[in-house]
C-alpha cells in the first residue's frame, strides 16, 4: 500500500490499530529482566526536557539519542531496585513506557506486536531468563494506552527518522518479524559478549513463565538470594 515509501504523517493518523494474535493485551512491569533497559531512544524534545546533569548521559549517533550504557550493557538511568526499573520515571521517554510494545506498519494497518527480542513464548534453552520480558500476560489491560502510544510512537519516529521508519517499521509479513529464528539472527550478537552472570544479577526474581497468545499465563516465581549492588 505504500508502495516502498516511509508513510506520512497523514496516513499514519488514518490507519486502523490492530493486535497481532499472539500479542498479549495485558502488562504489568516486574522485577527479574532487563531487555526493556538495553535498546531504547529519545525522541529530540524528550532529550531537551531532560535536567543538564541527566542530559550529560545522552548521546548522539546518526541522528538517533540515547543514553549511554553502563555495565553489563544496561541504560545508564536502570535500577533493578525502582519501579519500571527507571531513575528517572517523570522523564521517561516513549519508548520505554510504549515497551515491551512494537508498533509496525503493515499492509493498511498498523500492527502491534510484543517486541520479538524479549518475547517469553521461546523455551529456556533457546532464550536466557534475563533476556525475557515478564510483564507480558500479567495486570490489568493495556489495550487502550498502548493503541494510543503505538500511533503517537509512529507519528514522532516518521517526522523526526523517516529512513528508519521506512527501513524497520514498514514490515510487509509480521510473521516474519516476529519468527524465532530470523529473530535469533539479530539477539545472540546482542547480548553474545554481555557478562551472563552479572545480568542475572541484576534480577531480584527467578522466573519460569509462559505466556499464551490469549494472554493466559502460568508462572512459578523464586525470589533470589541475592540481588543486584
Not at 21 to 35: A, I, L, M, N, Y
Not at 53 to 80: H, K, S, T
Request: hydrophobic share 35%; charged share 25%.
Amino acid at each position: 500500500m505504500l508502495n516502498g515509501a516511509a508513510p506520512d504523517l497523514a496516513t499514519i493518523s488514518t490507519l486502523p490499530v490492530v493486535w497481532h494474535s499472539t500479542t498479549p493485551r495485558r502488562f504489568e512491569c516486574q522485577p527479574g529482566c532487563v531487555c526493556c533497559c538495553v535498546n531504547t531512544m529519545f525522541f529530540h524534545g524528550e532529550a531537551e526536557r531532560l535536567p543538564f546533569e541527566m542530559a550529560a548521559y545522552l548521546f548522539e549517533r546518526n541522528g538517533l539519542v540515547r543514553p549511554r550504557q553502563r555495565p553489563p550493557g544496561v541504560c545508564a538511568f536502570f535500577d533493578a531496585h525502582r519501579p519500571t526499573h527507571c531513575t528517572i520515571p517523570q522523564y521517561r521517554p516513549l519508548r520505554c513506557r510504549l515497551y515491551p510494545y512494537l508498533p509496525v506498519i503493515s499492509g493498511d494497518s498498523i500492527v502491534i506486536v510484543a517486541d520479538p527480542l524479549c518475547t517469553v513464548t521461546w523455551s529456556e534453552t533457546d532464550h536466557p531468563d534475563w533476556f525475557r520480558c515478564y510483564g507480558l500476560g500479567r495486570g490489568p489491560s493495556v489495550e487502550v494506552q498502548v493503541e494510543e502510544m503505538s500511533r503517537e510512537f509512529l507519528r514522532r519516529i516518521v517526522a523526526e527518522h523517516p529512513d528508519i521508519a521506512k527501513a524497520h517499521l514498514c514490515v510487509p509479513d509480521v510473521d516474519a518479524l516476529i519468527n524465532a529464528k530470523e529473530v535469533d539472527k539479530v539477539r545472540r550478537p546482542l547480548y553474545a559478549e554481555w557478562d551472563t552472570e552479572t545480568i542475572r544479577r541484576a534480577s531480584q526474581l527467578d522466573y519460569d513463565a509462559t505466556i499464551g497468545a490469549d494472554g493466559s499465563r502460568q508462572a512459578d516465581c523464586r525470589r533470589r538470594a541475592n540481588g543486584f549492588g
